[in-house]
């Protein structure tokens, strides 16, 4: 069947697909260790949360706009994360009031074994790439970090 002039173009994927489908399968592998870690509570909609830089000293409306989440869906999430003792949420040390969101001993555990993990993915994906064509992507990647594009 002919593609219709409407259609969005199939091959080769735009920037959107090259990137989520990665990231995709990192949060799956993400979850997937960190369960069999004895994290087991976790689930992808906590890494909105728990995702570097972490969310110490963080209030939740600063957290909702970096996962890009209501306020009531971050504070629900924040409800469970505190529940399973990941985070405490305590009043802000300056005069603005408000809540920050910090990790507990639990959330930092989880948070190193992410850490660990990441850096299994990394190694993993030189040997796909090979060295030298991985650190050009992390360059790459890296260059967008901080600009208005990413912002």
Do not use: C
Request: zero cysteines; hydrophobic letters at 40%; a neutral charge.
């Amino acid at each position: 069947m002919p593609q219709s002039t409407d259609d969005p173009p199939q091959k080769p994927p735009l920037i959107g697909a090259l990137l989520r489908v990665p990231a995709l399968a990192i949060h799956r592998k993400l979850i997937r260790d960190l369960r069999a870690s004895g994290f087991d509570d976790l689930s992808p909609p906590h890494m909105a949360v728990i995702q570097y830089p972490g969310p110490d000293g963080m209030r939740p409306s600063a957290l909702a706009e970096r996962a890009a989440m209501s306020k009531q869906a971050m504070n629900q999430l924040l409800k469970t994360l505190e529940g399973m003792g990941y985070i405490t949420r305590s009043a802000a040390p300056d005069d603005a009031g408000g809540t920050v969101v910090n990790f507990t001993d639990r959330g930092r555990a989880a948070y190193q074994k992410m850490a660990d993990i990441l850096l299994d993915i990394e190694r993993e994906w030189a040997e796909e790439l090979g060295p030298k064509r991985f650190q050009e992507l992390k360059t790459l990647l890296g260059d967008l970090w901080d600009t208005p594009l990413i912002r």
